[in-house]
């Protein structure tokens, strides 16, 4: 079975430059999450959507942040313009419904110089 | 602020020993935890949990112990094995899980053979 499927794996970019981080739930999973890993911060919630419909964006740290979830089978999170804080690992998870075991994609490796 | 806290950043153990992983929380609201492991350049994989109605649950070597009164939870890892190394992340959520996992920063623990 595969699991939740995020791209690219690793992204280098400058400063400035449009981010775009893709992610397949596990199909079949109702809902979505975009989680943020920092050293200082851990993991953080950024956006989750239910049924394709975001339930809550607060997370989202500012308006160069947007998520969005075009059908059950794909989302995207997109940062525009980049800022060299923004560089993370970028996960991705999805769950049969809110509640039951979260499954986390292997992450996106975000540095921007 | 932190929701979720697990104050020692990492941990050493020696092989065969007993590794307990700490965890604190604030929100009285939270009534199920989970913990869940992290290696290198992979995403979180489930690895326990508890609901508030309990305030004990073992799975094999892993044990997480649940105090509400203290708002505290632990995980303890017996015997602690090299492969145990990775990153243990603590979570919680509210509404006996329908509610998006709020995550710890981590604990890194390693074994030592």
């Known amino acids: 079975d595969a699991g939740v499927i995020q791209s690219p794996r690793h992204e280098v970019t400058e400063m400035g430059q449009e981010v775009t981080l893709r992610c397949k739930p596990i199909?079949?999973?109702?809902?979505l999450f975009w989680y943020r890993q920092t050293m200082m911060r851990g993991l953080e919630l950024l956006i989750y959507?239910?049924?394709?419909?975001?339930?809550?964006d607060s997370g989202m740290p500012e308006d160069r942040f947007s998520a969005k979830m075009p059908n059950a089978s794909f989302s995207t999170l997109k940062i525009q313009p980049s800022e060299p804080r923004d560089s993370a690992v970028y996960f991705c998870?999805?769950?049969?419904?809110?509640?039951?075991?979260?499954?986390f994609g292997e992450g996106s490796r975000l540095t921007v110089l | 602020d932190q929701q979720v806290k697990q104050n020692s950043p990492s941990l050493s153990v020696q092989e065969g020993r007993i590794s307990i992983l700490n965890c604190d929380y604030t929100?009285?609201?939270?009534?199920?935890f989970l913990w869940y492991k992290k290696y290198p350049a992979e995403g979180p994989t489930f690895l326990i949990s508890?609901?508030?109605?309990?305030d004990k649950n073992e799975d094999g070597r892993f044990t997480v112990f649940l105090n509400k009164s203290a708002k505290h939870l632990s995980l303890h890892i017996v015997p602690s094995q090299p492969g145990d190394s990775a990153v243990y992340f603590c979570?919680?959520?509210?509404?006996?899980?329908?509610?998006?996992?709020?995550f710890g920063k981590g604990t890194r623990l390693s074994v030592i053979a």
């Open positions: 998870a999805s769950r049969l419904h809110l509640a039951g075991e979260l499954f």
């Open positions: 199909s079949g999973h109702n809902s």
């Open positions: 959507f239910n049924n394709n419909v975001p339930i809550d």
């Open positions: 929100n009285s609201m939270f009534d199920y």
């Open positions: 508890i609901s508030s109605i309990k």
């Open positions: 979570a919680a959520s509210q509404n006996s899980g329908n509610t998006p996992l709020v």
